[in-house]
């Protein structure tokens, strides 16, 4: 017996075989702008009973009354001279006003840069204004109101601050202003659907901006999106064989627009007519509260997410959730089985493979997650192939030979590039045919001729996996680029699986491998059994654990595996959406060695 993704999948091969493709046919997706198209959807919706629910205020909106808000936001920003290609500056918790203000910037052309406000700094917030030339902030109430005067203070360039989630104003300066009070006098007819931003290049034309998901550094790396690969995301997501909401649906949407994850989690919402329940946190005990007290069926989840489920000491209740889809990294199958067996009522399983390049997901597992280890089959417009060494096109690898994931699509279903300082936009780099014998890599996108409007662009990523002889594409994760390729490929496997291996161990919650200079591992390990009068016998349990499972592991058993330091830690260092942060983590590691060491 197949699962359903095989035999979707199956035989999707051209260049026999190694480019991998879809079984679905390519779509001819809508030349429009985003907000056109979600205006258009939520006025479609307005004679229904869909609704957005803010949990944190209580308050529920229809979808006619968001597009009415979004309308007066929009209407609002043009009045303070914002022009197209201007950028707005967002830093707070998602909520109905959040929504307004955030699509009625990009109605009239302007550009949102959501931050994460988890820690977040003044310097932080500050650089962003400065190098960006950003006028217009918005904020949530609960930031720092000192922050807001030393904004003001100290940078002159500021023209409106607005507050939102506040119907009081706090702050004397008049350049404070709350979010009613901002779209008070805004005449939405003055701004209907035919005065919004209609850009003439809707492929260079920029929509949107994301950080790029479980960064640590500072400044984040910040994506544009151009409209066409949202509206082709969109569409693309909305296809019955790729997610299966329903109208009838209560779906969860939490976190701001920071994280592409949270921006499609809401956008296809909307499109399917979904009643939406927005959470501001991330907080895991919040989202599960949440799904109980407002009766959730649908629900988009991170694997750290799936794994805290399955770890805490707390007993979680999702008794209401019965469709989940999963993004970020490997969902194993014995994480699957452990999950679906623990959480019975969850009867649809599915998991996104998604990157920061391009707001679509590259691949989709479906239904029958238990059955493998990859991250499904190829999404429409997608073509896949695994390459032995990422700076040679031609180096494709067979069946079942892992290499660096490349994928091929349209060039403006891609990101437009990466900001970087002083509004600078630094492009992908792309692989470009020249002719049948000869390839070149180059950094840009060739969008403007219209010689070359469809073709299509291979572009070469830090992913490290394989396809097997069924077209199902497995991923690894990114290489550790302080390595030679082929000794990275190699450690990226191990520390797949080595750590799939160790979670799987009864008495271990998280657990994060660090590479050493030496080609061994060290393990950070959280367990609940964690005591310190008991912890060597542990590590010596977990040590032989690892030698036994090894055996039986196709990918390490012909490899020589050294787990050669395990530490046990009460939790791991994380971000504000719940990824381990490896740099830190290496740091700490680093420490403990050279203590050990001392002593």
Known sequence: MHSANAILARSQFQSGPKIVTSYL??????????????????????????????????????????????RKSATAFSEQFLIPGDYVLFVGTNCIEYLALYFGAISIGAIPISLPQTNISLLNIMTQIIQHNIQILVFASN????????????????????????????HTSNKVITFFDFIQNANIESIQTENLNQPKNLNLSI??????????????????????????????????????????????????????????????GIFFGCNIILLPTYRLETIVQSIQLHRINLAWFSSITIHRLLNENKKFSLRNLTKLITFGGKISKELCTEF???????????????????????????????????????????????????????????????????????????????????????????ETSLDDNMTSIVSSIILNSSDNKNIRRWLPTQDIGYYDEEGLIYNFGKWVPSLKPVASIQARIQENEIESIILSHPKVDEVALIFKLDHSWAAMVVSKHFSTSKQSELVKEINEFIKENVKTNSMLSQTLVNVSNIFIKNSLIKTSTGRIVRALVRNEVQNLLNVKRKF
């Open 25 to 70: 046919n390519d779509i001819t997706f809508n030349r429009c702008t985003l907000h056109h198209l979600l205006l258009e959807q939520l006025e479609s919706w307005r004679s229904t009973s869909q609704k957005i629910f803010d949990h944190e205020t209580q308050q529920s909106f229809t979808y006619g009354e968001l597009a009415q808000l979004i």
């Open 143 to 170: 930031l720092d109101s000192i922050w807001i005067t030393k904004l003001i203070n100290s940078i002159s360039n500021i023209t409106k601050i607005v507050i939102y989630n506040q119907n009081v104003k706090s």
């Open 207 to 268: 929509c949107t901006s994301v950080c790029s998901s479980g960064s640590n550094e500072w400044p984040p790396k910040i994506y544009l999106y151009g409209h066409q690969s949202l509206v082709a995301a969109i569409e693309i997501l909305c296809h019955s064989a790729v997610l299966d909401y329903r109208s009838i649906d209560r779906l969860l949407v939490y976190g701001s627009f920071e994280h592409l994850e949270s921006f499609l989690m809401f956008l296809c």
């Open 340 to 430: 679906l067996l623990k959480y019975t009522n969850v009867k649809s399983f599915r998991h996104c493979y998604l990157m920061a390049e391009s707001p679509i997901p590259i691949s989709m597992m479906i239904l029958n997650s238990h059955d493998y280890n990859s991250v499904g089959f190829v999404l429409p417009n997608t073509r896949v192939k695994i390459l032995q060494n990422p700076l040679d096109p031609h180096s494709m690898n067979e069946i079942n030979r892992v290499g660096f994931i490349c994928i091929e699509r349209e060039p403006e279903l891609f990101a437009i590039g990466c900001l970087h300082n002083n509004q600078q936009i630094v492009p992908l780099c792309f």
